[in-house]
């Protein structure tokens, strides 16, 4: 069965007036446009919580002791002599490295799987 899109395009050329291509030109190649899109198969649907719950093992696998710089963090002294923390870097470059890590990881998984 031929994609109805591509059905009418040919149905269009076919009533039109002639152009640089002829009409068999153009319809030959909206025949093998369609032969080609029917040749892929469909894609595999990926199930939200498969993807949620994979990327979070993902995730809780990972060292996350440099995300914190250990050596930048800001104290203070509070209500009845509790230290308090004001400031705290976060190595963002290294955050956003290991959770692209992370999404390459899943994705590898989830194409294993569907495969």
Not at 12 to 35: C, G, H, Q, T, Y
Request: aromatic share 6%; hydrophobic share 40%.
């Amino acid at each position: 069965m031929q994609n109805t899109h591509i059905q009418t395009a040919i149905q269009k050329v076919s009533n039109s007036f002639p152009s640089l291509f002829s009409r068999e030109d153009v319809i030959k190649l909206l025949m093998d446009l369609s032969a080609d899109m029917q040749d892929e198969g469909p894609k595999p649907k990926i199930d939200l919580d498969t993807l949620i719950t994979t990327f979070r093992q993902v995730l809780s696998e990972k060292d996350w002791d440099d995300v914190v710089d250990k050596d930048d963090i800001e104290l203070s002294m509070g209500y009845d002599n509790r230290v308090e923390v004001e400031c705290v870097t976060i190595n963002e470059d290294f955050l956003i490295g290991e959770v692209v890590d992370a999404l390459e990881a899943v994705y590898n998984a989830l194409d294993e799987e569907a495969n």
